[in-house]
């Protein structure tokens, strides 16, 4: 069974512990999307997308943590940009809790989206500015 997801060195920022939450987030994301699709444990994804969407939420704040600490320049767009995508994780993962929206394939295919679409986007951007700071100090 292949991955929804996989990770590549396309997406690294090159920042160890962003990376490894990026992986993290890519983990939780290939296990709510077997479970959906291969397992027939249905019982399962609730608890599974609770924990994507709570270490998404984590992974925003340990981001803003090092770019509030850093001076990044584009702290504000992308901290905007997190609180959009949060509200949107929230939303989604209370229809799903209450049975307001059904959880298939077509919710993890717009999260891997996302992710990617989040990572090669701002979060490239976040990872040149941190490349230059290491070269600075």
């Known amino acids: 069974m292949d991955p929804l997801m996989e990770w590549s060195a396309a997406l690294a ?12 987030m890519i ?5 709510l999307h077997s479970t959906l699709t291969h397992t ?20 925003f704040a340990t981001e803003e943590r090092l770019m509030a600490h850093l001076n990044y320049p584009h702290l504000e767009r992308h901290r905007i940009q997190h609180d959009r995508l949060a509200a949107q994780a929230q939303e989604l993962n209370h ?3 209450c049975g307001q929206q059904l959880l ?8 891997r ?7 090669l986007g701002e979060d490239r951007e976040l990872g040149l500015f941190l490349q230059r700071q290491d070269r600075s100090e």
């Not at 444990?41 to 939420?57: G, H, I, V, Y």
């Not at 298939?104 to 999260?111: A, F, G, K, M, P």
């Open 104 to 111: 298939c394939s077509d919710v993890t295919e717009q999260l």
């Open 40 to 59: 027939g444990r249905s019982d399962e994804l609730p608890r599974q997308l609770e924990a994507l969407c709570d270490f998404t939420m984590e992974h």
């Open 95 to 97: 229809r799903c809790q």
């Open 13 to 24: 920022t090159e920042h160890h512990l962003i990376d490894e939450q990026h992986q993290q």
């Open 113 to 119: 989206e996302w992710m990617l679409d989040h990572f």
């Open 27 to 31: 983990t939780l994301l290939n296990d």
